[in-house]
């Protein structure tokens, strides 16, 4: 035959109660010093102003990049227009020429017409050329400014921040 041994153990509440009345005690006695809680607002203090300090910067490397954008993208609308512009004069100057050979009175005269055709056409599209190129080499060197004074301000603000 076995016997079991009843034990008598307290109800889990009255155990949690009783740790729940500890900590109640030791809490009410302690404080938190005027010094740690000064600590922690000029700690909050501080967080904020370098939230802020970040949030700035942030926004003016934005500004930045909507420049740069801004900027690359007129510049490729005045290469499209330029092209445009240069297709429209090649094509009034093709019917010109083309007007001007049926009116010459020998084939003499309409060789020579295509002669000065050929050479001012040329004439024209190299300097066509020559505007866009600097166009272009505006345009990106504008836009290498930018971006340059754009990572020199992030350079700065990430020293200024840590």
Avoid: W
């Avoid at 740690?36 to 910067?57: I, L, P, Q, W, Y």
């Amino acid at each position: 035959m076995t016997k079991t041994a009843k034990t008598t153990t307290a109800p889990a509440s009255n155990y949690f109660s009783s740790i729940k009345n500890v900590f109640d005690g030791v809490q009410s006695k302690l404080e938190v010093p005027a010094a740690a809680r000064d600590f922690v607002k000029r700690g909050a203090s501080t967080a904020k102003e370098r939230a802020e300090t970040v949030h700035g910067g942030a926004a003016k490397l934005t500004d930045g990049v909507e420049k740069f954008a801004a900027s690359f993208v007129a510049g490729y609308a005045n290469f499209s227009r330029g092209l445009l512009d240069a297709t429209l004069a090649n094509v009034q100057h093709t019917l010109t020429t083309v007007e001007k050979i049926a009116g010459a009175q020998s084939f003499n005269e309409a060789v020579q017409i295509q002669a000065d055709f050929v050479r001012e056409n040329a004439s024209a599209n190299i300097d066509r050329v020559r505007g866009a190129a600097e166009t272009a080499k505006t345009t990106v060197v504008e836009g290498a400014k930018t971006v340059q004074a754009e990572i020199g301000k992030l350079y700065t603000f990430d020293k200024k921040a840590a």
